[in-house]
């Protein structure tokens, strides 16, 4: 009748462990939701970076296809020196997310696949990043992966931060 | 996630008969399997009776989606019904579409409702 959709995050070696998201939590290894155990400290100077987090959606259940994946924010981002940023390439090889845990992870473009990167909140609802436009029709079948990271410079402020909004959308007949 | 649609549609045929989203058996029927050289109109019929009717004419060709939006974890689903049509007029291409929110409120959009990608 409808598709049924939910985000997992790849974890591990070599293929990447798929876990169902409840909670994206930026952090200093490469694990699913660690709660607070490795935040990403606030450089005195530099930058330090979170683990890349690499995410995809999964659809099951009866129906028949879904296309046009995308994904946008709502434009505010996370305050002052933080960044969230999106890997320009989707879809590619997963690779295990690497670094110095409790420290910082290597930049995205660490990634063998990843060249670029674009800040998360530049793409809004009147502007998306299109994830995945093939046709998916599968039981189960996965949208492209998308690689993310959060950025973090000495000017952001320590605790916890207010959850972003992040929104998916994809078309279904 | 999945939730329940509050629109289905129905599909009329020039001789009357109608070709349900949904059987009286619970079965399926899917959008592809509509003729849509024998169309006379096609409509979204929400769960409390509301309908929105497009009369197809012969140079019409349906589109019928459904648009998803769900947050960052996959939660919070909400579902646009898109119905529309193409047709090629004097060479170009025309398309025209209404999304329909949960609430039945209707956006017309002159033109493709896909031209927020990057």
């Not at chain 1, 790849?10 to 909670?23: F, I, K, Y």
Request: hydrophobic share 35%; with cysteine.
């Amino acid at each position: 009748m409808a598709a049924t959709a939910t985000v997992e995050e790849l974890n591990g070696a070599p293929t990447g462990d798929p876990n169902t998201v409840t909670n994206v939590r930026f952090c200093t290894t490469d694990a699913y939701n660690p709660v607070a155990t490795y935040p990403i400290p606030i450089p005195d100077s530099g930058t330090n970076y979170s683990y890349w987090k690499t995410l995809r959606l999964k659809f099951s259940g009866s129906y028949t296809q879904v296309t046009n994946v995308l994904i946008y924010s709502d434009g505010t981002g996370f305050g002052t020196g933080i960044t969230t940023n999106i890997g320009d390439e989707v879809g590619q090889t997963y690779e295990q997310a690497t670094g110095t845990p409790g420290a910082t992870g290597d930049i995205m473009t660490d990634h063998t696949s990843i060249t670029g990167v674009t800040d998360l909140m530049t793409y809004v609802s009147t502007a998306a990043k299109t994830v995945d436009d093939t046709t998916l029709s599968g039981d189960p079948d996965y949208a492209k992966e998308i690689v993310l990271q959060m950025v973090v410079i000495d000017t952001a402020t320590a605790g916890t931060l207010v959850a972003e909004t992040i929104t998916w959308q994809y078309d279904e007949i | 996630m999945s939730e329940e649609l509050k629109y289905l549609w129905v599909a009329t045929y020039k001789d009357e008969s109608e070709f349900p989203q949904f059987n009286t058996d619970g079965s399926e029927n899917l959008f592809g399997d509509i003729e849509q050289d024998r169309l006379d109109s096609f409509c979204f019929i929400s769960t409390t009776g509301h309908k929105i009717r497009l009369d197809v004419k012969d140079d019409m060709r349906l589109i019928c989606f459904r648009r998803h939006k769900i947050n960052f974890i996959g939660k919070g689903e909400q579902i646009e019904y898109v119905l529309g049509y193409q047709k090629t007029l004097d060479g170009r291409n025309i398309k025209a579409m209404m999304i329909v929110d949960e609430l039945g409120n209707v956006t017309l959009v002159d033109g493709d409702v896909n031209e927020n990608k990057q």
